[in-house]
């Protein structure tokens, strides 16, 4: 059931609390609810985005460059920052959960075979069809086995999980949603367990509620806003103010340095296509095991991508009407998610006059891509998640999504401000350094030459090498992949959870979502959090 408010609260008993009513909270609570158990599912906000329920995320950004203001990186309301997804799903790779000596100061206490299990079932859940990520392309054989480029990203088809789910759990007797229900505080028993909390409504009403077992799956930033809150009164717990809790924020490097021109072999391979299933998927070129290994590499993900479309010297009618399109934006947030939006739309001032000169020069191109992308993007079902543009040059875009790697000064901390119902604020530091963008580097250089030697094509810097790792950082943004915050490790030395995501010192409370990640892939993590919050209940259930 759905109500909002709190009212009567203190009147019942559940199996389980979740905190959040995000992808990982929802596709927790559905997956406990089919194991057996009860849930209380509260969430801070509405079915929809409300300015008050906004305003409680509010942070100290120190760096805004690098960090995106807090109404575009959470949500508040049912779905939480599944109505912000673009709805691409990718799993980490096997390496990721590995000791590697190009990502320092992480290890995982699980391993890739501990969660991957789980992938199938989070796929279920996030609606990008079958579990799988590899792909060939037809008639293409590679014998070069440092980069492969059958690696493929999946998209949901039900992005907007509240929506995708909201008359399930309004049926659901076993889960007890709470709208505008805001945890404001933890309180401890003696031996570290949690035995109540305080929650409160969007009028400020409050009710003390007694929990069995709890899980914050309230995204990275506001699970470790309600831990370091908790830790207020007790200053050694959660390892103290030295420990891990709220360090290692991580997000990923994203943009593009290069451009690529590719053979003609490739040409079919590089664009969005639908899957047997029916869903849309995509590949990327991604670096072996071995060649991360051998050239000291952090994770990375590369694919074509169409020209800087915000520089109309491409003279191209259709990326000027893109360009256009997303530089407006209230247009542009509906056509890509605002992260996605401000990186093609580029830096400031806004230049619309030459991209309508280039619509013109090619208004009938552009008249007939018009009408085909408004239908496929919002009629048509599946819709197509975004769109590519070829051109005969065969000459694109190198984009990157990489990894972050772990700095313990990359960081979130209370503030003295205090939200409007009492909970302090954060401060956020999340930092990007020439550490992050060196093995980056690299890869490029990798992959270049791999082109060269296949005969798939030729890579082309687009700065001279003294400027290449300026050039990534100043790209770099992030926010909405939370990572790394409450992160996981064999001891509370080292993290804030165990590797079945409960929190040291605390029997049971637990974390689901991605700031228990301690290293950031380059995959994004929302597919990844949820088979986590899955192998979660799985646990749940089995020590109920």
């Not at 309301?77 to 959960?97: E, K, Q």
């Not at 995509?282 to 694919?303: C, E, I, K, M, Y």
């Not at 007939?368 to 998640?385: E, K, Q, T, V």
Request: aromatic share 8%.
């Amino acid at each position: 059931m759905i109500t909002t408010g709190i009212e009567g609260l203190q009147d019942a008993e559940w199996d389980i609390c979740v905190v959040g009513a995000g992808p990982v909270g929802i596709s927790l609570s559905l997956e406990l609810v089919r194991l057996g158990l009860s849930v209380l599912l509260l969430e801070s906000g509405a079915v929809g985005p409300t300015a008050a329920a906004q305003r409680l995320g509010d942070a100290d950004i120190a760096v805004p460059k690098y960090h995106v203001p807090m109404d575009i990186a959470v949500q508040r309301g049912l779905g939480g920052t599944s109505n912000l997804w673009g709805g691409r799903c990718v799993p980490m790779d096997a390496m990721d959960f590995e000791a590697r000596p190009a990502v320092p100061g992480a290890v995982w206490p699980i391993a890739f075979g501990d969660v991957e299990p789980y992938f199938a079932n989070a796929c279920n859940y996030l609606g990008c069809g079958p579990p799988v990520f590899e792909l060939p392309v037809e008639d293409l054989r590679i014998d070069d086995p440092d980069f492969r480029f059958e690696r493929l990203e999946r998209w949901s088809q039900q992005p907007r999980l509240g929506k995708t789910y909201a008359n399930r759990m309004r049926a659901e007797p076993n889960i007890d949603l709470r709208l505008t229900a805001t945890v404001v505080e933890l309180a401890f028993l003696p031996d570290g367990r949690v035995d109540t909390i305080l929650v409160r409504d969007a009028a400020g009403g409050a009710a003390r509620v007694r929990v069995k077992r709890m899980v914050l799956a309230a995204g990275g930033l506001e699970n470790t806003r309600l831990l370091l809150a908790a830790r207020q009164d007790t200053p050694d717990r959660f390892g103290g103010q030295d420990g891990p809790l709220g360090r290692y924020y991580m997000g990923h490097l994203y943009g593009s340095s290069a451009e690529m021109v590719i053979a003609p072999a490739l040409d079919r391979g590089i664009d969005y296509f639908r899957d047997p299933h029916g869903y849309y998927v995509r590949r990327r070129f991604t670096p072996s095991p071995d060649l991360q290994r051998r050239a000291g590499l952090s994770n990375v993900s590369l694919w074509p991508d169409y020209p800087v479309i915000y520089d109309a010297r491409h003279r191209d009618g259709i990326l000027s009407f893109a360009y256009l399109a997303l530089s407006v934006p209230w247009i542009g947030r509906r056509i890509v998610v605002e992260s996605i939006r401000r990186n093609y739309v580029g830096p400031n001032p806004v230049r619309r006059l030459p991209h309508i000169g280039n619509v013109l020069r090619a208004a009938p191109q552009t008249s007939m891509f018009i009408p085909s992308f408004l239908y496929h993007r919002y009629l048509a079902r599946p819709r197509m998640p975004g769109f590519f543009q070829r051109n005969a040059a065969r000459r694109y875009a190198v984009r990157f999504h990489a990894e972050h790697l772990p700095d313990p000064e990359s960081r979130a901390v209370l503030t003295r401000q205090r939200d409007a119902l009492g909970l302090p604020r954060l401060a956020i530091d999340l930092r990007y350094t020439e550490t992050d963008a060196e093995p980056l580097i690299r890869a490029h250089d990798c992959f270049g030459d791999w082109l060269a030697r296949t005969g798939l094509g030729s890579m082309e810097w687009a700065v001279p090498p003294e400027r290449r790792a300026a050039h990534i950082i100043e790209q770099c943004y992030d926010g909405h992949h939370q990572i790394g915050l409450t992160r996981m490790a064999a001891t509370e030395r080292d993290g804030v959870v165990d590797a079945d995501c409960r929190v040291f010192g605390a029997a049971n409370l637990f974390v689901a979502g991605s700031s228990v990640f301690p290293t950031s892939s380059a995959a994004n993590p929302t597919l990844t959090a949820v088979a986590l919050a899955l192998r979660l209940a799985s646990l749940l259930a089995s020590a109920a």
